[in-house]
């Protein structure tokens, strides 16, 4: 559901705002998340993933200093209908590709989910087309995931800090959203095992599908 959170957040306020404001309540959900997975994370891959990374945070946040506002919530809507777009025929794409591992495919990932991650905090898809092809056992692929967005969100930090996109004001005024944090990560785990997977992430691309088509028009 982390997915939703830009593309919403952005129907109200400018992107660039949005993405600074939506930063610490990620880091503080990122806590709780590698608490849940300590330790089984690949570190190898994890390691490799963040060179790319650091060439992708950079380039995004040139972008989001430098572009007007109007142009980054279009550029957001396209990144949002492109995941739609992937988690529509991710099966097809994944089950097409003959894969061999090769060392810059983890700098490529690592630069695609930087980019797309300081852009709009929607980094997944590289990651996680990347981390599949590894074949990794489930709980090491959730595990170097959490930890590489870990990592990724506070590297993120000083970027967004020297570019000026935290609201200072605007994020004490919301201290009050921290506990829901640790409840959301506590939910998300029970979700995982209680509800119907299909149906949820059917509801899911729904409601991104529509933030997307918003953010075109607005």
């Known amino acids: 559901m982390g997915f939703l959170l830009t593309p919403l957040v952005s129907l109200v306020m400018p992107v660039n705002q949005a993405v600074g404001l939506l930063l610490p309540i990620l880091i503080l959900a990122d806590i709780f998340a590698i608490a849940a997975y ?31 506002p109007q142009t ?6 396209i990144i949002i209908l492109l995941f739609v777009v992937y988690r529509l025929f991710e ?4 089950g097409n590709l003959h894969y061999q591992t090769r060392r ?34 489930p709980d090491a ?5 959490a930890l590489f967005f870990a990592l990724l969100n506070w590297i993120k930090v000083p970027y967004y800090y ?16 921290a506990p829901l944090a640790p409840l959301g990560v ?19 691309i729904a409601l991104l599908l529509i933030s997307g088509v918003l953010l075109l028009r607005s």
């Open 38 to 68: 300590w330790r089984r994370w690949d570190n190898h891959h994890v390691r490799i993933l963040m060179v790319g990374a650091l060439i992708g945070v950079t380039l995004a946040t040139f972008v989001l200093t430098n572009f007007p």
């Open 72 to 77: 980054l919530k279009k550029g957001l809507a």
């Open 91 to 94: 099966r097809r794409i994944l």
């Open 104 to 137: 810059w495919h983890a700098t490529l990932a690592g630069s695609l989910a930087g980019f797309t991650s300081t852009l709009a905090h929607a980094g997944g898809p590289p990651i996680t087309i990347y981390l599949l092809m590894q074949k990794l056992p």
């Open 141 to 145: 692929f959730i595990a170097s995931s």
């Open 162 to 177: 020297f570019a000026g996109l935290f609201d200072f004001r605007l994020l004490l005024s919301l201290v009050w959203m």
């Open 186 to 204: 506590w939910s998300g785990r029970i979700l995982v095992k209680r509800v119907d997977r299909a149906m949820f992430e059917w509801a899911i």
